[in-house]
Antibody
């Protein structure tokens, strides 16, 4: 069965970086993209970006462009999402999700499988 | 950015009720509209993709309609396990993909 398993809770100070991992199993990793979505506790969902494990193509939210980097390790079927220069309003649960767009980030994305979420707390 | 506006932001309903949630896009998104259900402490769950396609395993009491800018999610015969928060998501404009603000369905 398809599973996305994320790394554990992180506590970071403002200005630091965090890197969250998402290990995929139960499907061919390079046949699907990976999107990242975050959720501030008690608030709504915010799309962060998408990466293709097939060719490394990425799309990032303009709000985060310059502070976020998404990568994959196809040998380990794992996607990574790094946020730099953390601020207190980056405190959120970060989710990875399987995206049917595997080669280019065109229209028609939807997320049928999600990781369990990783809480990142930014606090001094 | 395409703004997605859901209404209502919350509603109270009883088991067995028919519930309708609406989602309006700030510009046409054709039929690139998805619906998710989220329960506290859990990841969102895909209910409907591309406006009206029921995700595998989702009960048939969930249905979606619409096109262009106006979309609806209907739950025909609310069940106890349906009390949750529902989000719409547009995937027409890919940077950024945007979600509605959510509709919390509570027990009356």
């Amino acid at each position: 069965q398809v599973q996305l398993v994320q790394s554990g809770t992180e506590v970071k100070k403002p200005g630091a970086s965090v890197k969250v991992s998402c290990k995929a199993s139960g499907y061919t990793f390079t046949s699907y993209g990976v999107s990242w979505v975050r959720q501030v506790p008690g608030q709504g969902l915010e799309w962060m970006g998408w990466i293709s494990p097939y060719n490394g193509n990425t799309n990032y939210s303009p709000k985060l462009e310059g502070r976020v980097t998404m990568t994959t390790d196809t040998s380990a079927s794992t996607a990574y999402m790094e946020v730099r220069s953390l601020k207190s309003d980056d405190t959120a649960v970060y989710y990875c999700a399987r995206d049917p767009r595997f080669m280019n980030g065109g229209s028609g994305s939807f997320y049928g499988f999600w990781g369990q979420g990783t809480l990142v707390t930014v606090s001094s | 950015d395409i703004q997605m506006t859901q209404s209502p932001s919350s509603l109270s309903a009883s088991v067995g009720d028919r519930v309708t949630i609406t989602c309006r896009a700030s510009q046409s998104i054709l039929t690139y509209l998805n619906w998710y259900q989220q329960k506290p402490g859990k990841a969102p769950k895909l209910l409907i993709y591309a406006t009206s396609n029921l995700e595998s395993g989702v009960p048939s009491r969930f249905s979606g309609t619409g096109s262009g800018t106006d979309f609806t999610l209907t739950i025909s015969g609310l069940q106890p396990e349906d009390f949750a928060t529902y989000y719409c998501q547009q995937s027409y404009s890919i940077v950024p993909i945007t979600f509605g603000g959510g509709t919390k369905v509570e027990i009356k």
